[in-house]
């Protein structure tokens, strides 16, 4: 499937670049679980998509050297918070991961250390950046 160059989000942020690949997945997975359940009611499509995040998200880390919880960078990482929060990925301890992810974004640690979007951290951590 071909993904469009750029998306302007609900949030009223745009993402753009290899970053929308990874919006699309981190939203088709919580629309899924949402839809058919924790394991997605065995959807095969969910599955791949679900195997797909989750080795892109491991590659970073083990491949890349990435910090942990981290994806290739400060968009696709802040995408792929909700999905760990909601636990939609069997393959990883999805808390360990949301919080070593959330612990880079408060401490301005990695790719944080620059300025970010406010409106992509606020959408990617909601209300309960302020409890973690």
Same mark, same amino acid.
């Given at each position: 499937? &071909?993904?469009?160059t750029?998306?302007? !989000? ?14 699309? +997945?981190?939203?088709? *997975?919580?629309a ?11 959807s %095969?499509?969910? %599955?791949r998509? &679900?195997?797909? *995040? ?6 970073? !880390?083990? !491949?890349h ?5 981290? !994806? ?8 792929v918070?909700?999905v *760990? %929060?909601?636990?939609?990925? +069997?393959?990883?301890?999805? @808390? &360990?991961?949301?919080?070593a992810? +959330?612990? *880079?974004?408060r ?14 951290? @606020? ?10």
């Open positions: 499937m &071909e993904l469009p750029s998306i302007r !989000h609900p949030a009223g942020f745009s993402i753009s670049g290899a970053s929308v690949g990874t919006f699309l +997945r981190s939203a088709l *997975l919580i899924g679980q949402k839809a058919l359940g924790k394991r997605f009611g065995g %095969e499509f969910y %599955e998509v &679900e195997k797909d *995040l989750a080795f892109g998200i491991m590659r970073s !880390h083990f !491949h050297g990435y910090p942990k919880g981290a !994806h290739c960078c400060v968009q696709c990482t802040l995408a918070i909700p *760990l %929060e909601a636990g939609a990925i +069997r393959y990883f301890d999805c @808390r &360990e991961l949301s919080s992810a +959330r612990r *880079l974004v401490q301005r640690q990695w790719r944080f250390a620059k300025s970010t979007d406010p409106r992509i951290v @606020r959408w990617a951590l909601g209300d309960q950046s302020q409890n973690r």
